[in-house]
């Protein structure tokens, strides 16, 4: 984790500011080599939800080792160009994507649960590899996106206040949540923004400690013992990150509405990709046992179905599937690792940063069974920045 000095400068307002603060610190900065082996496809900033500015991300991931960076904001790409500098800055290759969500209609996933917790018929996909010179078309492609988003959000604000109702507790969508976004630069509102302003809602009516989880609990929200312990030290430095991570997973469903405007059918985001040149992936996430980052309840998702799945993306033109070890089991890696095979699918992975508490570094890539992902990381780069395009494998069924 960056030292807290460190991070507030390369967090300060404005882009320029920030890179300069980045060139004022490498120039006192001697890290550790980068490791190859090291990679991380899947690192959100402050442009959708992060404790990271672009350039923040980037000296993160260089000063734990990494030896590139990829950034995918949940429909946002506003992060991209000063990624980009800020590992010409760093001494780091980077590359540059976007989260989103889409609609499985038409598919026999409609009304079936893959990778996304909180909705089914409704999938997380990643663009990778997005050429420099198409960064703004996705982003311009993604703005009336962000706006039904937003629209939505504030329905899901009004259902929090609504349930908290002849409590302290009341959120102002303008001035608690849209000032904690970087939405004035591009950026998207996520629901873990909303939790987090209820975050701070919570602790400015109740306070840290006791107060906190009596309240949760009378929310009708059971705490782990370890959770317990995280909320009870009161001068928990990341206190605001934990607490969001269990409104994340115990609360939210209590107030969601469901998307279906501001996203894209899955034949969309293949026409998309192509459009750009980019690389299309499936994030494949798996039956959830213990959640790696505190913000997914165990929950069955696509594991029963998977064959099915893969067939369905291949026929509307996915091509790759992004995966992260560190949160899977080692059956769950060699099955889907395996289907990609059969199903001539481009592997991706990544681990999703976007709390202080998370290691940038990937420790299950230090296994030699995924020296391939290093592989397919230096080919999305060469494919971003126009040198190699990207070699999709034939797979044993085609």
Known sequence: MLDQSILDKLNRPGRENRLAALRDIMRET?????????????????????????????????????????????????????FIEAGKIAGIPTTVGIECRVLMKGTPFEERRTNNPDQTGVSYMTIHAVAHDKIDMLQSHFAPLREKRNARNRSMTENINALFSGSPIKLDFDNDVVPISMA??????????????????????????????????????????????????????????????????????????????????????????????AIACYAYLGDVYESV???????????????????????????????????????????????CEKFGMFQVSGEDINSPRQSFVVRAMEDPLFSNLIGSTKALIAHENGKKKINYPKGANQ
């Open 30 to 82: 001697d890290f550790i080599p980068a490791d190859e082996r090291y990679i991380n496809n899947h690192i959100h900033t402050f442009y959708s939800f992060s404790p990271y500015s672009p350039t923040a991300a980037v000296f993160a991931a260089r000063s734990e080792g990494l030896a590139t960076a990829g950034i995918v904001d949940h429909d946002s790409i506003a992060g991209a160009f000063e």
């Open 184 to 277: 004035h630069e591009g950026g998207s509102i996520t629901e873990r923004h909303l939790m987090f302003a209820l975050c701070k809602a919570i602790i400015k009516a109740y306070g840290r400690g006791e107060g906190a989880i009596e309240f949760l609990k009378k929310t009708g929200i059971e705490l782990t013992p370890k959770q317990t312990k995280l909320l009870t030290d009161t001068g928990n430095r990341f206190y605001e990150y934990d607490l969001l991570g269990i409104l994340k997973s115990a609360f939210l469903p209590k107030v969601f509405i469901p998307a279906s405007d501001e996203c894209m059918t899955l034949n969309d985001i293949a026409e998309l990709a192509g459009k750009i040149g």
């Open 293 to 339: 980052t505190g913000d997914k309840k165990a929950q069955k998702f696509e594991d029963d179905y998977l064959p099915e799945l893969f067939q369905t993306l291949r026929e509307n033109g996915i091509r790759a599937v992004t995966y992260m070890p560190t949160r899977n089991t080692p059956f769950q890696l060699t099955r889907v690792r395996a289907l």
